[in-house]
């Protein structure tokens, strides 16, 4: 009985070492498989990296052209509105020309204008002269009037038909700009699906697996103590930033979605900042003065700018939709660095936030009010 029990014990373990030697190689292949899946992930976000940051340049740009437009429809409006003066000023100049006209012409047909005109009388005829110079040059201003009335209409249509014309062409550079838009959003989403498709299957698969090994193991573990025990039986029997804490302001105003420490994802990794959920395209202010230091795209973290607040303390601004500053400026506290979005493959418009001084990350509810 003895025998047929370690006989039995010993093609199940056989029979389990093969399992799990079978297991062993299924494992091995997934781990090339998901290792050649995770240099996939580097290009796909590499190319993520790209749409991402010409999509915060396509919205600074549409922010630029809409205040551009902005200008020139108030620019029109203006000249629209002198326009109308101009128009009221040419109608009245032709209307007074007619009357002086009409009125010189009257003055011309009188009978008795030649006895006037009699040289046994010059005073009263000097005076008809000087009455009929009068009229003459009253006709030649209201002329000259009237040729800077039309001369300033021309000018002012002129200007609204090329303010039309910079209009129609700011008009057609926004909506190539949200058309270019709408074209890295929908790349950015079908990119995000392929990326989290292609891996999460993959971990998941992995997962399992290691998880069916450790069972396994355990399992081949106690029956070779198992064996081991019957066979023994058998035989045996600045200011500086340190100054500022608690007196910070916080870069945009939301709520708080995940605070310093808290567990990731139900996972072991915890948060080494805030991140705080707001609305796409709200400014992000600097929460104090310093130099920024890095301004791109960073995987895992999107569009991110990172100050130099001084001795070792630096603030991490992550997640932007646009990037209002480069690497090597200089910003003063209340300043706008970026824009709230989603950069970084992420489904919800938020700020990452965070703090550090040298190695150590600070909790920033510490630091800001």
Same mark, same amino acid.
């Given at each position: 009985?003895?025998?047929?029990?370690?006989?039995?014990?010993?093609?199940?373990?056989?029979?389990?070492?093969?399992?799990?030697?079978?297991?062993?190689?299924?494992?091995?292949?997934?781990?090339?498989?998901?290792?050649?899946?995770?240099?996939?992930?580097?290009?796909?976000?590499?190319?993520?990296?790209?749409?991402?940051?010409?999509?915060?340049?396509?919205?600074?740009?549409?922010?630029?052209?809409?205040?551009?437009?902005?200008?020139?429809?108030?620019?029109?409006?203006?000249?629209?509105?002198?326009?109308?003066?101009?128009?009221?000023?040419?109608?009245?100049?032709?209307?007074?020309?007619?009357?002086?006209?009409?009125?010189?012409?009257?003055?011309?047909?009188?009978?008795?204008?030649?006895?006037?005109?009699?040289?046994?009388?010059?005073?009263?005829?000097?005076?008809?002269?000087?009455?009929?110079?009068?009229?003459?040059?009253?006709?030649?201003?209201?002329?000259?009037?009237?040729?800077?009335?039309?001369?300033?209409?021309?000018?002012?249509?002129?200007?609204?038909?090329?303010?039309?014309?910079?209009?129609?062409?700011?008009?057609?550079?926004?909506?190539?700009?949200?058309?270019?838009?709408?074209?890295?959003?929908?790349?950015?989403?079908?990119?995000?699906?392929?990326?989290?498709?292609?891996?999460?299957?993959?971990?998941?698969?992995?997962?399992?697996?290691?998880?069916?090994?450790?069972?396994?193991?355990?399992?081949?573990?106690?029956?070779?103590?198992?064996?081991?025990?019957?066979?023994?039986?058998? @035989?045996?029997?600045?200011?500086?930033?340190?100054?500022?804490?608690?007196?910070?302001?916080?870069? @945009?105003?939301?709520?708080?979605?995940?605070?310093?420490?808290?567990?990731?994802?139900?996972?072991?990794?915890?948060?080494?900042?805030?991140?705080?959920?707001?609305?796409?395209?709200?400014?992000?202010?600097?929460?104090?003065?310093?130099?920024?230091?890095?301004?791109?795209?960073?995987?895992?973290?999107?569009?991110?700018?990172?100050?130099?607040?001084?001795?070792?303390?630096?603030?991490?601004?992550?997640?932007?939709?646009?990037?209002?500053?480069?690497?090597?400026?200089?910003?003063?506290?209340?300043?706008?660095?970026?824009?709230?979005?989603?950069?970084?493959?992420?489904?919800?418009?938020?700020?990452?936030?965070?703090?550090?001084?040298?190695?150590?990350?600070?909790?920033?509810?510490?630091?800001?009010?």
């Amino acid at each position: 009985m003895f025998l047929t029990l370690t006989l039995t014990l010993s093609a199940y373990a056989a029979e389990q070492n093969s399992q799990l030697n079978n297991l062993n190689n299924h494992i091995a292949a997934i781990k090339i498989d998901l290792q050649q899946a995770t240099q996939k992930k580097s290009h796909l976000q590499s190319t993520l990296a790209e749409i991402e940051t010409t999509e915060g340049h396509l919205n600074q740009q549409l922010k630029n052209t809409q205040q551009q437009l902005s200008q020139q429809q108030k620019q029109l409006q203006q000249l629209q509105q002198q326009s109308l003066p101009l128009s009221t000023q040419k109608k009245q100049a032709r209307k007074l020309l007619q009357q002086q006209i009409r009125a010189a012409y009257l003055f011309s047909q009188q009978p008795y204008l030649k006895l006037w005109l009699a040289p046994d009388d010059m005073l009263q005829t000097q005076r008809l002269l000087l009455y009929f110079h009068y009229i003459t040059q009253s006709q030649m201003q209201t002329v000259m009037q009237l040729q800077q009335s039309i001369a300033a209409c021309e000018q002012n249509q002129k200007a609204i038909q090329t303010q039309y014309a910079q209009l129609l062409t700011i008009k057609q550079s926004q909506m190539e700009n949200q058309t270019a838009l709408q074209k890295t959003k929908t790349m950015r989403e079908q990119l995000i699906a392929t990326i989290n498709q292609h891996i999460q299957s993959k971990h998941q698969k992995l997962i399992s697996l290691l998880d069916d090994k450790k069972r396994l193991e355990n399992t081949l573990q106690q029956l070779h103590q198992q064996i081991t025990e019957h066979v023994s039986t058998a @035989v045996l029997d600045n200011h500086p930033f340190a100054t500022l804490q608690g007196k910070l302001s916080w870069p @945009v105003r939301g709520q708080v979605l995940h605070n310093f420490g808290t567990q990731i994802d139900q996972s072991e990794l915890r948060w080494d900042g805030t991140l705080i959920q707001a609305p796409t395209g709200q400014p992000v202010h600097a929460v104090a003065s310093g130099r920024v230091i890095f301004a791109k795209w960073l995987a895992g973290y999107g569009l991110m700018i990172i100050i130099n607040q001084g001795n070792g303390y630096m603030t991490l601004y992550g997640r932007n939709q646009t990037l209002t500053k480069n690497a090597g400026d200089t910003v003063r506290a209340g300043d706008v660095i970026a824009t709230v979005g989603k950069s970084g493959g992420f489904h919800h418009s938020a700020l990452y936030f965070s703090i550090r001084h040298n190695a150590q990350v600070l909790n920033p509810m510490l630091w800001c009010r």
